[in-house]
């Protein structure tokens, strides 16, 4: 699981670049809401169960994978 401090060392290397960062979280963050829209056979289908999927969607914008 990845914490705030491991986003910001992550944030702090070499070659980062704030706007791919900023694309790439808002294009997460949208992936995780859309797991709430999903039924439990589709759930099922990506290795998730309902629980799990909301823990994702809950997730701060700021802890990609």
Do not use: K, Y
Request: glycine share 8%.
């Amino acid at each position: 699981m990845h914490t705030m401090t491991q986003s910001a060392h992550r944030i702090g290397g070499i070659g980062f670049h704030p706007f791919g960062w900023l694309a790439q979280a808002v294009a997460t963050h949208r992936q995780r809401l859309h797991l709430e829209d999903l039924d439990d056979h589709m759930l099922a289908d990506i290795g998730l169960d309902r629980l799990s999927a909301r823990r994702e969607s809950e997730r701060p914008f700021w802890e990609l994978p």
